[in-house]
Nanobody, 124 residues
Framework: QVQLVESGGGLVQPGGSLRLSCAAS????????LGWFRQAPGKEREFVAF????????YYANSVKDRFTISRDNAKNTAYLQMRSLKPEDTAVYYC?????????????????WGQGTQVTVSS
């Protein structure tokens, strides 16, 4: 089992920055890597970013590429999502999840362990 706890969400003005954290415990960092997803009200959960544990290779949704950066600190069992140049359309609950099944990193059902989510609101 892996337990994931997200933190760092909040209210920020357009153009601002936030850094989300995902702290893992239990069978930490099992699976091939960790992904960030988000879900806005009335919308489906969507892929944001992914990082492979060992190599550190990263993948991003086109909507956040060049604005968001995913990283991990293996010593702290924590992953991060640095978000810059935030837009109102980035408003959502952000979730981290461990990918433990074969399949595309953008596919929700290849992730077995999910955090409870942290709210990010971008508004003036």
């Amino acid at each position: 089992q892996v337990q994931l706890v997200e933190s760092g969400g909040g209210l920020v003005q357009p153009g601002g920055s936030l850094r989300l954290s995902c702290a893992a415990s239990g069978r930490t960092f099992s699976g091939s890597g960790l992904g960030w997803f988000r879900q806005a009200p009335g919308k489906e959960r969507e892929f944001v970013a992914f990082i492979i544990w060992g190599a550190g290779t990263t993948y991003y949704a086109n909507s956040v590429k060049d604005r968001f950066t995913i990283s991990r600190d293996n010593a702290k069992n924590t992953a991060y999502l640095q978000m810059r140049s935030l837009k109102p359309e980035d408003t959502a609950v952000y979730y981290c999840a461990v990918k433990s099944r074969v399949g595309a990193v953008t596919t929700i059902n290849v992730y077995d362990y999910w955090g409870q989510g942290t709210q990010v609101t971008v508004s003036s």
